[in-house]
């Protein structure tokens, strides 16, 4: 069973930045993927951003040159790094991780741009 704990959500104003963070409780192999995930209101999860070793990571259209993710296996994390903030971008962010062939998401974390 692998838990996985989001930080960094917040209220931010339009343009401006957020980071978010994702600590794992196991170690996730570098070749198993890390995501970010977000729902908004009345609408269906949708992939923000994926990463794993040996590819280019994944990303939104939306979302492609304003965020980007990394991942620190050593610290057992991923991070999100959000800039450009839109209001569109309002949502619950959840980090998601295989392990063992076996999906796991976090608790989420809101962000909210208001303009």
């Known amino acids: 069973q692998v838990h996985l704990v989001e930080s960094g959500g917040g209220l931010v104003q339009a343009g401006g930045s957020l980071l978010l963070s994702c600590e794992a409780s196991?170690?996730?192999?570098?070749?198993?993927?890390m995501a970010w995930y977000r729902q908004a209101p009345g609408k269906q999860r949708e992939l923000v951003a994926r990463?794993?070793?040996?590819?280019?990571?994944d990303y939104a259209n939306s979302v492609f040159g304003r965020f980007t993710i990394s991942r620190d296996n050593a610290k057992k994390s991923v991070y999100l790094q959000m800039n450009r903030l839109k209001p569109e971008d309002t949502a619950v962010y959840y980090c998601?991780?295989?392990?063992?062939?076996?999906?796991?998401w976090g608790q989420g974390t809101q962000v909210t741009v208001y303009s």
């Open positions: 998601n991780a295989r392990d063992s062939g076996i999906y796991y």
């Open positions: 196991e170690t996730i192999l570098s070749s198993d993927p």
């Open positions: 990463i794993r070793s040996g590819r280019d990571p």
